[in-house]
């Protein structure tokens, strides 16, 4: 199983970044998909999740501002961030989980992640 992220890089406060997830070797409609982030000062944390059934679930901190969706002919995932902050700053992380539907991020969420992505990083300057 492979998850390749892209679409990372810096922008100024307010823009706008799209990051993509491709995803090989298995059946992207079989599992959750999901976007973490992750900083050195903080563990790693739920961003936003495509439950089973079509649900999506969001951290608070993204609510109205991030947009998870997915094309499963293309076992793509993708992430649209608008009017990002500096504290948006981070490593973002693709995810695969079997374990939902997920309706609220915890801190043990991460845990139940079947396959992670290496990761692409989003710098949001102020």
């Known amino acids: 199983v492979q998850l390749v992220e892209t679409g990372g890089g810096s922008v100024q406060s307010g823009e706008s970044v799209r990051l993509s997830c491709v995803g090989s070797g298995y059946t992207h409609k079989n599992y959750c998909m999901a976007w973490f982030r992750q900083t050195k000062e903080k563990e790693r944390e739920g961003v936003a999740i495509?439950?089973?059934?079509?649900?999506?679930t969001y951290a608070d901190s993204v609510k109205g501002r991030f947009t998870i969706s997915q094309d499963n002919a293309k076992n793509t995932l993708y992430l649209q961030m608008n009017s990002l902050k500096a504290e948006d700053t981070a490593m973002y992380y693709c995810?695969?989980?079997?374990?939902?539907?997920?309706?609220?991020?915890?801190?043990?969420?991460?845990?139940?992640?079947?396959?992670w992505g290496q990761g692409t990083q989003v710098t949001v300057s102020s």
């Open positions: 995810a695969a989980m079997t374990f939902c539907p997920i309706v609220r991020f915890t801190p043990n969420t991460a845990a139940f992640v079947a396959y």
């Open positions: 495509i439950n089973n059934d079509g649900t999506t």
